[in-house]
């Protein structure tokens, strides 16, 4: 298994009963990461069997409370479970004023360092985080407050090395297997004469909370994306609707993922004025537009990805 996503919640502004606000949670290289963090994800974090003290960073993708109310909650229990492990919390700046005020007036002791990484404007995808299990880039979104996708993808892989072709050869030492699997050429030897490259790597896109971007789209296009979440707000009836709130319709969802090449959709963000039922009308206009898989987003839902 390359990663796993647990979707935590799939509506839009007002929940449902039986539609959380948004979070994600996502297993991917070894590393544990949270997408948006709604009002009460910790708890459905644990109907999964999700321990806080796993969560190695938080991504917020702007500063709407349905996507972070369940951030002070969470750290004060992380705190009190007896977390001693650095949190990378890759967010928007004010979002520390927020904690901060939380952390002042409700006298929550956080026992653990937090790392903040804010986020800034990205007209282009920007890498804003690497270290030996994944990548993470961010682009700018339009919705009505700055608001940012985010591109996780496992960190390059370096080549493999091919036993057959280095067999009986005592010029290659150590050293020159390192040069060899990152790509380098060494002391005369060609990399590609000794090596055959790992499997490519796995690469999860989020994109919530916007108009619909054709442009971005087209910068995604050569990533190979695995999986892409797309807001769906709206039905393509309220499409005038969704451009008023900065919103995106299923339609224009299925239109993105086209566009992108991506290899399967999953769709989310939900309007509660969609009963569960009225959901699968999403996926019937998605795929309006779009031949790869689609899937709608549900609670508590696991997918291997």
């Known amino acids: 298994m390359k990663g796993r996503l ?8 007002i929940s ?41 960073m938080l991504l917020v993708s702007h500063l709407h409370p349905d996507h972070y109310l369940g951030i002070p909650g969470m750290l004060s229990t992380m705190s009190l479970q007896g977390r001693k492990t650095e949190l990378i919390i890759i967010c928007h700046s004010d979002l520390k004023k927020i904690i901060d ?10 026992a653990y360092p937090i790392k903040y990484i804010f986020l800034d404007s990205y007209p282009e995808l920007t890498e804003i985080y690497q270290d030996d299990s994944i990548t993470i880039c961010a682009i700018d979104l339009d919705h009505r407050l700055p608001c940012c996708g985010f591109i996780v993808a496992e960190t390059k892989k370096p080549y493999k090395i091919d036993k057959d072709k280095i067999l009986n050869n005592t010029t290659l030492t150590k ?22 490259p790992n499997s490519a790597a796995t690469r999860y896109a989020y994109i919530t909370d916007t108009l619909y971007l054709p442009l971005i789209a087209e910068k995604l296009k050569h990533l190979s994306i695995d999986w892409l979440y797309h807001e769906s707000t709206y039905l393509h009836n309220l499409q005038e609707k969704a451009k008023e709130y900065h ?42 537009q779009f031949t790869g898989h689609v899937q709608l987003a549900s609670e508590e839902t696991q997918i291997l990805i």
């Open 175 to 196: 050293e020159m297997y390192d040069d060899l699997r990152e790509g380098r050429d060494c002391k005369g030897h060609n990399f590609q004469d000794y090596t055959v």
């Open 6 to 13: 647990t979707v935590l919640g799939t509506s839009s502004a």
């Open 16 to 56: 449902t009963l039986t539609r959380n606000p948004s979070a994600q949670h996502l297993e991917l290289n070894g590393s544990n990461i949270l997408l948006d963090c709604g009002e009460a994800t910790q708890m459905r974090l644990i109907r999964k069997g999700i321990k806080l003290p796993q969560i190695k």
């Open 247 to 288: 919103h995106t319709t299923a339609v224009q969802a299925g239109e993105f993922a086209k566009i992108a090449k991506v290899k399967n959709l999953l769709l989310g963000h939900f309007s509660s004025r969609y009963s569960d039922e009225d959901l699968d009308k999403m996926v019937v206009e998605a795929k309006t």
């Open 101 to 110: 005020v939380q952390v002042e007036f409700a006298y929550i002791h956080i």
